[in-house]
């Protein structure tokens, strides 16, 4: 039904540590103990890094504390509407991280002459998100705050590890039941857990927080499909929609999910026997199709819910972000490639950051490119391991392209999209390279030790 590892896709007889075709219902010690481990990791992730942040991060952060300060207000923020005081203030007196420092005198107070030189001349872009990130991130900053962490920056940043943590098991239990070796997936996570992903976005205020999360829950979706019953389906819908509403870019993680259904299906239907009529037949009666095809819809369906109450709480116009550029021929061969291996690369360039975040994208780089194209190399044509780095590799490619003509038709305009956009793709990227290393020895190990240099490497950038 879904994905599972069955012995055309390893050729290797000890990959099946479980009954044939099904996945143990509890995970055995060993097992428990790497999810406990990786949940470590991103805690002390959080709370080593998340303490030096002393300015803002440039990815959004302003609009974002904006957001989170106003959630027990008026839950919401409304396009066109100013930012708060709280928000103002803040920017003001830390600065923002590789660009500079306001006059020490906004810090004390701001006047409305000093409004044009906030961001966005002093309103909010964060009302493109629903509340669900801001929401739950000011739920999970109370207790810190009851334990003398009274700032709401402060608080919120240190939630971030939450959302990375249950990224990382949901990430090792998907590899295990992958059946990728212990060693391979827990190092695989922990890859993730100390990727400049991961830096950017679960140590400050970010709705990219979600992003790691989408795609490793949609890709747990995917592997619970392969169990009788309409739980698994109703599951992977709910996930979709779920993930999307967190995010609009973590739609990518839903349509590759969906892609590699259907590619399965498209492989059971075609490469059996008959006539080419009873084979497409075949293929459109599949219950794979109807589960992408909901999933994508539904995703879809929960985005535009949001816009139209979005657009009933309007209070003014959308600010110019003045990022505006003309989108010829080079910028779609850019977008084309933007998220296969750009995401490696974080928020924004490694170089910017220092050696540590180089070695860090580097090694999340090599891991990506190798895993995906290798696995696309090395798996036999019509299993499920190529679809799963066929759907992959080809979201991946299209997403940039039509994420950018869609922001044309919506917006009137084109901006180059960053690559943090496409974050939630990673954990479908790590899948390919666990099943690809998983396969030799040598290779299995070597997952842990680069996990654990990229971990060592982001630990050790200054905040």
């Known amino acids: 039904m879904s994905l599972e590892t069955t012995s055309s896709d390893t050729d290797r007889p000890e990959a099946d540590t479980s009954r044939p075709g099904r996945f143990r219902s509890r995970p055995r010690l060993i097992d428990t103990i790497l999810c406990v481990v990786l949940g470590l990791a991103s805690l002390l992730l959080g709370v080593w890094i998340t303490p030096q942040h002393a300015t803002v991060s440039p990815i959004d952060e302003y609009v974002y504390i904006d957001y989170l300060a106003k959630v027990p207000t008026q839950i919401i923020v409304h396009k ?140 747990f979706g995917l592997t619970m499909l392969s169990r009788p019953g309409r739980r698994g389906a109703i599951l992977f819908v709910l996930f979709g929609v779920l993930v999307t509403l967190a995010k609009l870019q973590n739609l990518m993680a839903v349509a590759a999910a969906a892609l590699i259904l259907l590619i399965m299906a498209a492989n059971d239907a075609f490469r059996s026997e008959g006539v080419w009529r009873e084979r497409t037949r075949t293929f459109f009666r599949d219950r794979r199709i109807l589960i992408a095809a909901i999933a994508v819809v539904a995703s879809l369906v929960g985005q535009v819910i949001w816009i139209l109450i979005r657009n009933a709480a309007t209070v003014g116009t959308f600010p110019d972000q003045g990022v505006s550029t003309p989108f010829g021929k080079k910028a779609f061969v850019d977008e084309v490639f933007k998220f296969f291996p750009g995401v490696a690369n974080g928020a924004i360039q490694p170089s910017q950051v220092g050696f540590a975040a180089v070695i860090a994208a580097t090694l999340m780089t090599w891991v990506i490119v190798a895993g995906v194209l290798g696995l696309l190399a090395a798996a036999k044509r019509g299993t499920q391991h190529e679809a799963l780095a066929l759907g992959s590799f080809v979201v991946a490619l299209l997403a940039g392209p039509i994420l950018a003509v869609a922001n044309i038709a919506v917006s009137g305009y084109y901006f180059s999209l960053p690559p943090r956009y496409g974050m939630s793709l990673i954990p479908f990227f790590l899948a390919c390279a666990g099943v690809l290393f998983t396969r030799a020895v040598w290779t299995r190990y070597l997952a842990p030790a680069v996990g654990l240099a990229s971990y060592v490497a982001v630990m050790s950038i200054p905040g």
């Open 80 to 219: 066109g509407e100013e930012t708060g005081q709280y928000a103002r203030l803040y920017l003001s007196c830390h600065g923002v991280r590789t660009i500079g420092f306001y006059p020490d005198s906004f810090c004390e107070h701001w006047t409305a002459s000093d409004v044009a030189r906030m961001p966005n001349t002093g309103k909010t872009t964060a009302d493109l998100y629903t509340p669900l990130y801001f929401g739950a991130t000011w739920l999970m900053a109370q207790p810190l705050r009851l334990f003398g962490i009274t700032d709401i920056t402060d608080a919120g940043r240190l939630t971030g590890w939450t959302w990375l943590a249950a990224g990382a098991i949901l990430l090792y239990l998907s590899l295990r039941r992958l059946r990728v070796h212990p060693a391979t997936a827990a190092g695989l996570g922990l890859l993730m857990v100390g990727s400049l992903s991961a830096y950017w976005s679960n140590t400050y205020i970010s709705t990219d927080a979600t992003s790691l999360l989408a795609g490793s829950l949609m890709l």
